[in-house]
């Protein structure tokens, strides 16, 4: 029998922070209290959880959070929580609440699912995190907000690029997910894209984008600017990649100057976007809906359509998955094996000889 109410939810924000988890913060925390419900934040992730570092979440302390970047909660990589000890600390300060969201990215999903199988709480997951790493979910919360950023940066860099003819190489987040990068090169209309996935060796990288570089700098085609977008998680560092390109250039296009920008944890911050303030509050209401409803062990997920075997919530655009099926999908989503991934990889392939162009 599903419970008609639940006092006292709990709720934290985990791992790297991504824009708009404020606003899934202000829109839980307002929803809940119309509902009856008290919000308990866990200040800290599952560190703050673990120590039982709580903060009483009304609608008045959440007013003016919902454009805010960042987590008025904070946030933590926590290497305790993942211990069987942890988490058993992490349950007992659970005790006189019915329920716990996890607003995170796949590790702290992962960690949410364990919790819930060891204790019987019930766990409510909201993906979040700027990467897109996470499987059934079409976006997460903080990946548009991200790409807004890396694609205005693309364009400040395109404007001193062209006024010198330079080639940029822009690197961004992305540690084993090239999604910032695959879809910021094609909306900033970068002439290449560096990404994990694509599984090619350094030498082919190089050679490649050396092709690019010649033939778009060639006075027939005469273009101003190189843009290379580069994932964080390919394995040649920046540095050595501007160095190897520079080299070529001295030689085959003397004058030409070859630079970097490291984008790193500026894409990280930054007021929510509309989209991510929208995705957050729908999530939000959803969990809060299965919280109370005590369905717990599942993440909401947001998917126009699904195809990963959801199950249908009352908004037509969100679903909700057991957190072992987004366990095991997110790591067939990194590995490479997931038709996600595949079909990522296959439009980048098809598109790599446009982008140059
Ligand atoms: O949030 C995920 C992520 O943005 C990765 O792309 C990046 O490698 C990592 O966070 C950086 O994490 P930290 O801030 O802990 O160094």
Redesign the pocket.
């Known amino acids: 029998m599903p419970k008609i109410a639940m006092p006292r939810i709990g709720v934290l924000t985990s791992?790297?922070?991504?824009p708009g988890m404020n606003t899934a913060l202000y829109a839980f925390t307002k929803l809940a209290a119309r509902r009856g419900v008290q919000t308990v934040g866990f200040v800290g992730g599952y560190e703050g959880l673990m120590a039982n570092r709580r903060q009483i979440l009304t609608p008045r302390d959440v007013d003016t959070i919902s454009n805010l970047g960042g987590t008025i909660l904070g946030s933590a990589?926590s290497e305790r929580f993942r211990t069987v000890e942890g988490r058993a600390q992490a349950a007992a300060n659970l005790a006189d609440l019915d329920a716990l969201v996890v607003i995170g990215?796949n590790g702290s999903l992962a960690g949410a699912r364990r919790l819930g199988e060891e204790s019987g709480v019930c766990v409510v997951g909201i993906p979040a995190?700027?990467?897109n790493?996470i499987a059934c979910t079409s976006n997460a919360i903080g990946v548009d907000t991200a790409l807004n950023t890396i694609v205005g940066a693309c364009d400040r860099i395109s404007d001193t690029a062209r006024a010198h003819r330079r080639v940029f190489v822009v690197e961004v987040?992305?540690?084993?997910?090239g999604y910032?990068a695959m879809a910021s090169s094609v909306a900033s209309g970068a002439d290449a894209c560096l990404y994990r996935e694509s599984g090619k060796t350094d030498a082919e990288r190089v050679a490649e984008l050396k092709e690019i570089i010649s033939k778009g700098l060639d006075p027939t085609r005469g273009k101003q600017r190189i843009l290379i977008i580069k994932a964080?998680?390919v394995r040649m560092g920046t540095q050595e990649l501007c160095e190897t390109l520079q080299s070529y250039v001295d030689q085959e296009l003397p004058g030409v100057s070859v630079r970097a920008t490291v984008l790193g944890?500026l894409?990280?911050g930054g007021q929510p976007s509309y989209q991510d303030r929208a995705l957050a509050g729908r999530l939000a209401f959803q969990a809060l809906e299965l919280a109370m409803a005590g369905t717990g062990g599942v993440m909401l997920g947001w998917q126009p359509w699904d195809t990963q075997g959801g199950t249908p919530t009352p908004d037509a655009a969100v679903w909700h998955y057991p957190l072992s099926l987004v366990e095991s999908r997110t790591e067939s989503l990194l590995d490479g094996s997931h038709p996600t991934t595949k079909r990522r990889v296959q439009m980048m392939e098809n598109i790599a000889g446009v982008l140059a162009v």
């Open positions: 791992g790297g922070d991504a990589r990215g995190s700027i990467d790493d987040m992305g540690r084993h997910c910032l964080e998680g944890h894409v990280r």
